[in-house]
């Protein structure tokens, strides 16, 4: 079972910044792809940003210029910097990671989930 503790988001102004960490952790060969989705209040979840193992990533338009993936994969974890945050960006965030947990079985977990708001 391969478990994901978020951390990092809390109340921010309008063009304020904020660092999100996603820390995987149990019991796994490879972790593959991470990212971050997040969840606006009465909206689906949506795709943010992700990142494979060898640094590739993408982004959804929104965000791209503001907001940077990166990993360390020494230390299985995930981050999001977050810059010029916009109330828009006001969702829960959610970190991602898929990988595989013997030759013959993967994985794909979720985090807990990190509430993120901007608001004067």
């Known amino acids: 079972q391969v478990q994901l503790v978020e951390s990092g988001g809390g109340l921010v102004q309008p063009g304020g910044s904020l660092r999100l960490s996603c820390a995987a952790s149990g019991s796994f060969v490879t972790i593959n792809a991470m990212g971050w989705y997040r969840q606006p209040p009465g909206k689906q979840r949506e795709l943010v940003a992700t990142?494979?193992?060898?640094?590739?990533?993408t982004y959804v338009d929104s965000v791209k210029g503001r907001f940077t993936i990166s990993r360390d994969n020494a230390k299985n974890s995930v981050y999001l910097q977050m810059n010029s945050l916009q109330p828009e960006d006001t969702a829960v965030y959610y970190c991602?990671?898929?990988?595989?947990?013997?030759?013959?079985?993967?994985?794909?977990?979720w985090g807990q989930g990190t509430q993120v708001t901007v608001s004067s």
């Open positions: 991602k990671a898929d990988g595989r947990i013997s030759l013959f079985k993967s994985f794909s977990s």
């Open positions: 990142i494979t193992s060898g640094g590739t990533t």
